[in-house]
Nanobody
Framework: VPPLVESGGGSVQAGGSLRLSCSAD????????MAWFRQAPGKEREGVAT????????TYLDSVKGRFTISADTTRNTLYLQMNSLKFEDSAMYYC???????????????????WGQGTQVTVSS
């Protein structure tokens, strides 16, 4: 079983909502840094939201602040990304990622994260 498995993507009209889930191996979830990234065709992978699982500290890409919420359910080892007021430009493949080390600061640097899910596609129609 892969250590990170995303689900919840799909197609939605602009203004709609989706909730992404990432089921994680327990070893990657306890006091870890975790994040959601996205990658649109022809573009670099960019960080969308991060969370320090142990402290509950979160950060967001400016363009999603107030619309997206990252959260973690430690009883289910599951990471979530609630996405509201979706825009066409939010369309991308979304990935969850985990840093296997004890989290001090979760960043949006791709190189911080060793483990990645397979991705789930989000398509927003205008």
């Amino acid at each position: 079983v892969p250590p990170l498995v995303e689900s919840g993507g799909g197609s939605v009209q602009a203004g709609g909502s989706l909730r992404l889930s990432c089921s994680a191996d327990a070893s990657l979830f306890w006091r870890n840094c975790m994040a959601w990234f996205r990658q649109a065709p022809g573009k670099e992978r960019e960080g969308v939201a991060t969370i320090n699982i142990g402290r509950g500290v979160t950060t967001y890409l400016d363009s999603v602040k107030g619309r997206f919420t990252i959260s973690a359910d430690t009883t289910r080892n599951t990471l979530y990304l609630q996405m509201n007021s979706l825009k066409f430009e939010d369309s991308a493949m979304y990935y969850c990622a985990s840093d296997s080390h004890l989290c001090t600061r979760a960043t949006m640097d791709v190189s911080q994260y060793e483990y990645w899910g397979q991705g789930t596609q989000v398509t927003v129609s205008s």
